[in-house]
C-alpha cells in the first residue's frame, strides 16, 4: 500500500530552527509538496522537489531524498504565525496526491 | 494560479437532508478534485471530478452517497446526500493549475458542514 509518515506534533520556540520529516512509500514518485494548513483554513502551498537535494524559498527550505524516501522541511527564525499543519502530500506514478496526516507545529514565545 | 470559491462556506443541516456545495474556479482547468477533512486529520480524496464524463470516485465513496456534476471547466458541484452527523467534516475543492515553475495543487477555502 501507500503511505506517508510524518510526527503528528512538534514544539518548537520563537525564533529558533525546526525540521519536519517526512518519509513515504508510494507507487511511483512524480514529486513531492509540502503545505501549510492554518486551522480552519485551506492549504497553501509551500514547496515542491522531484530532485534530490534542498530547495530554499526564504524562510522555508525542503529537502529530498528519493532513494531513501525522505523529505524535510525546515523552518528557520520561527515565527507565532508559523504556528499550523503542515502536510507532505507525494504524486505517485498514476498523478495522484498522496497525502500525509499532517504534522502540526505549536510555536511557543 | 488559481482563485477557488466555495459556496456555502458553512452550513448546519438535519440528519437525512442534503446539501450541494458549489466549486468555482477564475480558469478552465481539467481535472477538479473533491477533499474532505474532519477535525484533526488530513485530507481525503473523495472524487475526481472531470469535464464530460462521471467522476471518479475513491475507496468508501459512491456516487448515491455524493453525486457531483462537473458542466464545465470551472465550475463543479458535489452533494452530500442523505446527511448523517458522521458527515460533519470540512468539504474541500481543488485544482491542479500551473504554479511559478510546475503545477500546483491549490484550495478553495472549503465548507464547514455539521450535521445535528
Known amino acids: 500500500g501507500q503511505n506517508i509518515d510524518q510526527p503528528t506534533e512538534m514544539t518548537a520556540t520563537e525564533g529558533a530552527i525546526v525540521q519536519i520529516n517526512c518519509t513515504y512509500q508510494?507507487?511511483?514518485?512524480?514529486?513531492l509538496f509540502w503545505y501549510q494548513q492554518h486551522a480552519g483554513e485551506a492549504p497553501t502551498f509551500l514547496s515542491y522537489?522531484?530532485l534530490d537535494g534542498l530547495e530554499e524559498k526564504g524562510r522555508f527550505s525542503s529537502f529530498l531524498s528519493r532513494s531513501k524516501g525522505y523529505s524535510y522541511l525546515l523552518l528557520k527564525e520561527l515565527q507565532m504565525k508559523d504556528s499550523a499543519s503542515y502536510l507532505c502530500?507525494?504524486?505517485?506514478?498514476?498523478?495522484?496526491?498522496?497525502w500525509g496526516a499532517g504534522t502540526k507545529l505549536i510555536i511557543k514565545p | 494560479s488559481a482563485v477557488i470559491s466555495q459556496k456555502p462556506s458553512r452550513d448546519i443541516c438535519q440528519r437525512g437532508t442534503s446539501l450541494t456545495i458549489q466549486c468555482q474556479v477564475d480558469?478552465?482547468?481539467?481535472?477538479m478534485f473533491w477533499y474532505r477533512q474532519q477535525p484533526g486529520q488530513s485530507l481525503t480524496l473523495i472524487a475526481t471530478a472531470n469535464q464530460g464524463s462521471e467522476a471518479t470516485y475513491e475507496s468508501g465513496f459512491v456516487i448515491d452517497k455524493f453525486p457531483i456534476s462537473r458542466p464545465n471547466l470551472t465550475f463543479s458541484t458535489l452533494t452530500v446526500s442523505n446527511m448523517s452527523p458522521e458527515d460533519s467534516s470540512i468539504y474541500l475543492c481543488s485544482v491542479v493549475a500551473q504554479g511559478e515553475d510546475h503545477n500546483e495543487q491549490f484550495f478553495g477555502p472549503g465548507t464547514r458542514l455539521t450535521v445535528l
Open positions: 508510494t507507487s511511483g514518485f512524480n514529486g
Open positions: 502530500a507525494v504524486l505517485d506514478s498514476n498523478y495522484q496526491l498522496i
Open positions: 480558469s478552465q482547468v481539467t481535472m
Open positions: 522537489n522531484v
